[in-house]
């Protein structure tokens, strides 16, 4: 059973860094699609990044340019660096990881949560302005 933990959130200011990390356990997720989503208060999650098994990478629009999605050498632990936060970046930051539907994934990139059954705890990002 895959296990994901995320790390690294926490308080900055606007245009600060930061680099969250997920590791995988009880399986090695090298093979599977990985991805970034987040949730903002009072509104829906939503898709950030994603990386598939032969790490191509899409990024919502928001992001494009500021933040980077990557994964080890292993595989199995995956990051988003993010540079220039802004206040409207904001949430729980969650990854998640799958391994059945990869292939759609990579074929359509559209970055829904229904697309990925496993899923961590989250950890918070606060950008202040």
């Known amino acids: 059973q895959v296990q994901l933990a995320e790390s690294g959130g926490g308080s900055v200011q606007s245009g600060g860094s930061l680099r969250l990390s997920c590791a995988a356990s009880?399986?090695?997720?090298?093979?599977?699609?990985m991805a970034w989503f987040r949730q903002a208060p009072g509104k829906e999650r939503e898709g950030v990044a994603s990386?598939?098994?032969?790490?191509?990478?899409r990024y919502a629009a928001s992001v494009q340019g500021r933040f980077t999605i990557a994964r080890d050498e292993t595989g199995d632990t995956l990051y988003l660096q993010m540079t220039g936060l802004k206040p409207e970046d904001t949430g729980m930051y969650y990854c998640?990881?799958?391994?059945?539907?990869?292939?759609?994934?990579?074929?359509?990139?559209?970055?829904?949560?229904?697309?990925?059954?496993?899923w961590g705890q989250g950890t918070l990002v606060t950008v202040s302005s």
């Open positions: 990386i598939n098994r032969n790490t191509d990478t």
């Open positions: 998640a990881a799958e391994e059945v539907n990869c292939e759609s994934i990579s074929t359509f990139w559209t970055l829904m949560e229904d697309e990925y059954e496993h």
């Open positions: 009880g399986s090695s997720v090298k093979t599977y699609c």
